[in-house]
């Protein structure tokens, strides 16, 4: 009786906050099971995010500053177009995703994907990091698995949290709760707001499973890491700052590399007998 009725006042508080507890994906190799509590849905957040594209993508456009270097943009698509059916591991639905990248002319070191597989990358990254394909793959992975897991929606679902309980002074000064669209906050937790250690430590280890099963070397990414690190001297990468210690996250990364090895072996085996 005590256990029900602890369920039931659980469960009131979860509906009060219109919250829901979800797995977005599944486990994979690298085992990310961690449970997510959501307060808006994945439609909202993937609607607001393709609007809030498009509009970047037109304004990039504008500026002559979109997918300037056809070679760029064709191997940028290359190793995401390898990288995208490897999701079905992790979430089945996202094969069915409008998956979309382009290369911005910014020189910022920076990537991102937005929730429903809405990409970017920075010509900053390419030209100052000078990835190899498979670091690049690294790159991508872990972007690709911020989206996977809805990391996003997660931080929307926070912020909104916390909008909530400043409501009433934003009522009394008449400030809206919820005063930017979705897609607008969606933008702002892509661009600007720093991600946990946990969503990064998750999409490092997504993205070194989605590497490798597409035939990258996961390895990659820490020697992707590595050369960050470098950079770091003279330009901080936006990445550094927000992004988990450097020494406990190559330290995480190499790990899992390790781990998801013989998918990269497969993967490379099965490409040699298709001669790709
Ligand atoms: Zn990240």
Redesign the pocket.
Known sequence: MRALTIFLTAGAVALAAGCQTVETTKGGTVGVDRQQRMAVSSEEVNAGAQKAYSQMMAEAQKKNALDRDAAQVQRVKNIVSRLVPQTATFRPDAAKWPWEVHVVSLDDVNAWCMPAGKMAVYTGLINKLHPSDDELAAVMG??IA?ALREHSREQISQQMGTQAAIGIAGALFGVGELGQGIGNMVADVTLNKP?SRT??TE??RIGVELAARAGYDPHAAVSLWEKMMKLGGSQPPQ?LS??PSNESRIADLKTYSERVMPLYQSAKGSSAATGR
Request: net charge negative; glycine share 0%; proline share 0%.
């Open positions: 872990h972007e911020h991600k969503h990064e999409a490092d990445w927000t992004h």
